[in-house]
């Protein structure tokens, strides 16, 4: 049965007070930023040389494989080595591709295959990072702050997600090379801020196998249905709500808004996202986290069904506002519980399993979405994703009972 008990409310600046965990906000904002302003430029650049949308799906293929290829070693490297220098490594690389980038700007135009070299090297790096950065934050603060620093960190991302595309196609008006000398400087500043960060972790020794200590993480999700159930409800919700692969299609032929409108259309689940990690930094919900989280999934799947069915451009931008808001309550509280279940000297793999599931619900999300408006058009598949978002969001309350009732965070123990 939930708990009375009401915790101690949590002050919105709390993990804010943490010296290490500000250091921690300016790396996810800078590196973030900058991540997001390299990938606005490199495909334009890459369309601009050759004009094969084919070529675009190469350059979305080298930065997926090495996080699929490459995550129960990133994980297991995680748990092995200092976070805090596997970040700094994994940035200063990402720092020196993006100064790669520079040089073959600047030498006239690129060829294809160098782009797409470096970006691949840019993709491992960035495999590299995720389970690292992700699996420090509970470090960096006390555990009753860990959850106001989920929503921070959550926020902070959501800032590099709005204005790291936009401000790198304004300055991209001045050429890729522009671009990429700021992303370089971002992610300079981002190794810098990472450098100073005092806190480390001292991973315990382990004499098991090599292949034991790999697939730990994948053993541990597996084992506890509280995590699988979590992590599989986000990767099946997205799986067949996303429908943000077919914006382009609403905004010329359903919406007739043209680019400008599918410039709206992409942010505005973004915004609804930022605006609502701000709102959980200042209020979280503190009690039927289990419940809230299927309510908000399930909402997810309502709010894909009304856009789908919208013909109105200011309806279709609450639909993907409400979107963004029901997913960001779902991605704060599935993030508070796998760190908080996790004990430390796993937190890096089993945050390796959960960027992978991430990584394919967005992707294959996308394929998915394609596949279904090709068979049954548009406006059909995005309602029929938003139906079965909302069929396994009744499938998962049924089969995942111990996470439906899932009351406070503080009851979750690594």
């Not at 009375?4 to 600046?13: D, N």
């Not at 519980?337 to 890096?348: N, Y």
Request: hydrophobic content about 55%.
């Amino acid at each position: 049965m939930p708990s009375s008990v009401t915790p101690p409310a949590v002050p919105a600046g709390a993990a804010l007070q943490y010296p290490d965990f500000r250091l921690f906000m300016a790396v996810r904002v800078a590196a973030g930023g900058g991540q997001m302003m390299l990938s606005v430029a490199v495909g334009w650049q890459v369309y601009d040389l050759t004009h094969q949308p084919f070529d675009l799906g190469l350059l979305g293929l080298v930065l997926f494989l090495p996080q699929v290829l490459l995550s129960l070693v990133a994980g297991h490297v995680a748990d092995r080595v200092e976070r805090r220098s596997v970040m700094a490594t994994s940035l200063a690389i990402e720092t020196l591709c993006a100064v790669t980038l520079l040089v073959l700007s600047r030498g006239g135009p690129a060829g294809l295959l160098p782009i797409l070299a470096t970006m691949a090297v840019f993709g491992i790096a960035r495999a590299f990072l995720g389970p690292a950065m992700s699996s420090l934050v509970p470090l960096l603060v006390s555990r009753e702050h860990f959850p106001n620093a989920v929503a921070w960190n959550l926020q902070a991302f959501q800032v590099a997600v709005v204005a790291g595309p936009a401000l790198g196609g304004v300055l991209y008006g001045s050429g890729p090379d522009t671009v990429y000398g700021t992303v370089a400087v971002l992610l300079l500043i981002a190794v810098m801020a990472t450098s100073r960060v005092k806190r480390r972790l001292r991973p315990a020794a382990d004499d098991s196998p090599i292949i034991h200590r790999l697939l730990a993480g994948v053993r541990f999700v597996r084992d506890n249905p509280i995590l699988l159930g979590a992590i599989s409800l986000d990767l099946f919700a997205v799986l067949f709500g996303g429908a943000t692969a077919l914006l382009p299609v609403f905004a010329r032929d359903i919406l007739h808004v043209g680019p400008w409108g599918l410039g709206l259309l992409r942010s505005a689940p973004a915004v609804g996202a930022a605006s609502c990690a701000f709102l959980l930094a200042h209020s979280p919900p503190r009690h039927r986290l289990g419940h809230i989280m299927f309510a908000c999934v399930g909402c997810y799947g309502l709010a894909t069904i009304v856009f789908g069915l919208s013909t109105s451009f200011l309806l279709s931008i609450a639909a993907l506002v409400a979107i963004g808001a029901f997913d960001m309550v779902s991605v704060y509280i599935r993030q508070s519980l796998v760190q908080l279940a996790t004990p430390d000297a796993m937190r890096g793999r089993v945050s390796a399993v959960n960027l992978v599931f991430i990584g394919a619900s967005n992707e294959l999300g996308e394929f998915e979405s394609g596949m279904t408006a090709a068979w049954f058009g548009s406006v059909p598949a995005v309602i029929l994703g938003g139906l079965g978002t909302i069929l396994v969001v009744g499938i998962w309350a049924w089969r995942f009972k111990t996470l439906r009732r899932v009351d406070r965070l503080d009851q979750m123990s690594a």
